[in-house]
């Protein structure tokens, strides 16, 4: 049983056919600068490596290049289309209406479009895969796997924001958060791994990579996250600011001469560890710059864990307790010097490090708190695709 799994951005689409016997992927690949000049595939299969520059008019062509390579003698990883039983595509924006994964019927489809003022950069694009699928396999079944859906078990104590309730009413304004596939695997993984099976557990996922979130999970169900109405709010990020005081769009609005939107933007795309440190969005980047004695650097990192360590903290009030804290993508799976710096000083919490597990822990599945620490700490490398997969194996029922 083979699934494709499509996560469609504006300009790209990234793909994975996974081989659900055993999990395994068999091919990937992305299709970059979709109606752009300078399109290119770059296709991945076992060992093998296979790029194809070819300018891209739309997402139906770009559907249409990634099955030519899915079948290619050659490079490819299947004989016919009808060996591909269903589709899962990575959607952003589900609003309240979706609470789980589902299959993608008309209406469906009319609810991820009304949630475009939502998203407006991901729910357009999620709509362009499923409509080029449905142009080049139209007898496939699809589903659709909402990124803000783990997230609606949210108590409105934790969800609504204190601004006028008729804005929540007319406008749908709330926390909605997302990287939702993330969390729910990671904090399903955790309860798994870490005995908590049929009992009670308070756990923190700390999903650490280009963007950031949190969510405080009782029992597997999300009660809050750090990411709001839009992925703008909560920790600092590659490029987003995160938290603010909302003032402060006016403000810099006026400062420097600029529309809200452009504020915003600069909130999104210049800020956080870029915008802070000047050197770069990326954390290895920033390690390297305050390891070489950049000041600013240095201070960005001081805040990036400052910002976290309050958010676990919050979360452990906001629980009642914390049995244990999990990190995941590229920083929380691989910067041991990151985690630990982040939980210097959540020893009153009962939080207490192994070192020599913290620093060997990279990319794989592991405990880095000592024996006796109360609050269990571990590296759960998230695999979003696989979730995806999963569910949509789950849908189709076969
Ligand atoms: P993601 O968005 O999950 O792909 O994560 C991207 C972030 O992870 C970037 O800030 C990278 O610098 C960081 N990252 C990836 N690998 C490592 C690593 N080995 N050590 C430190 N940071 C890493």
Redesign the pocket.
């Known amino acids: 049983m083979k699934i494709l799994i499509i996560n469609a951005g504006s300009s790209s689409l990234k793909y994975q056919l996974i081989d659900m016997t055993d999990e395994s992927i068999l091919a990937k690949g992305i299709v970059e600068r979709i109606g752009i000049p300078g399109g290119k595939l770059c296709h991945s299969f076992g060992d093998g490596k296979f790029t194809l520059d070819k300018d891209i008019r739309d997402h139906t062509q770009a559907m249409g290049v990634v099955l030519e390579a899915l079948l290619d003698e050659d490079h490819g990883a299947i004989s016919s289309i009808s060996e591909i039983a269903a589709v899962g595509h990575r959607v952003l924006h589900g609003g309240e209406k979706f609470t789980a994964s589902c299959i993608i019927t008309q209406p469906v489809i009319d609810a991820i479009e009304e949630y475009i003022p939502l998203g407006p950069l991901h729910n357009p694009a999620n709509l362009m895969g499923i409509r080029a699928c449905q142009a080049v396999m139209p007898n496939t079944p699809m589903v659709a796997v909402f990124d803000t859906a783990f997230h609606q078990t949210m108590p409105k104590k934790a969800y609504l924001y204190g601004v006028p309730y008729e804005f929540y009413k007319k406008h749908h304004i709330r926390r909605y958060g997302f990287h939702g596939t993330s969390h729910r695997f990671v904090s399903a993984r955790a309860v798994e791994l870490l005995g908590f099976t049929g009992k009670e557990s308070k756990i923190v996922v700390c999903?650490?990579?280009?963007?950031s979130s949190l969510s405080a999970c009782v029992n597997g169900k999300c009660v809050d996250t750090s990411m709001g109405l839009t992925p703008l709010e909560g920790v600092l990020m590659?490029t987003r600011s995160g938290d603010v005081d909302p003032a402060i769009v006016e403000y810099i609005a006026d400062s420097e001469h600029m529309t809200v939107g452009e504020v915003v933007n600069f909130l999104n795309k210049k800020s956080g560890?870029l915008g802070l440190s000047g050197v770069s969005?990326?954390?290895?980047?920033?390690?390297a710059a305050a390891n070489a004695g950049n000041e600013m650097a240095k201070i960005t990192i001081d805040i990036w864990a400052y910002r976290i360590r309050k958010y676990i903290g919050a979360y452990a009030a906001a629980m009642g307790g914390l049995d244990a804290i999990v990190f995941t993508?590229?920083?929380?799976?691989?910067?041991c010097?990151?985690r630990a710096l982040i939980l210097e000083g959540l020893e009153f919490l009962g939080v207490k490090l192994d070192p020599a597990a913290n620093d060997s822990t990279?990319?794989a599945e592991g405990p880095i708190s000592a024996p006796d620490s109360t609050v269990q700490v571990w590296v759960i490398p998230?695999n979003e695709e696989i979730s995806i997969a999963r569910d949509t194996l789950e849908l189709i029922g076969k």
């Open positions: 999903h650490l990579g280009n963007g590659g560890l969005s990326d954390m290895r980047d920033v390690w993508a590229g920083i929380g799976e691989n910067d010097r990151a990279r990319a998230t």
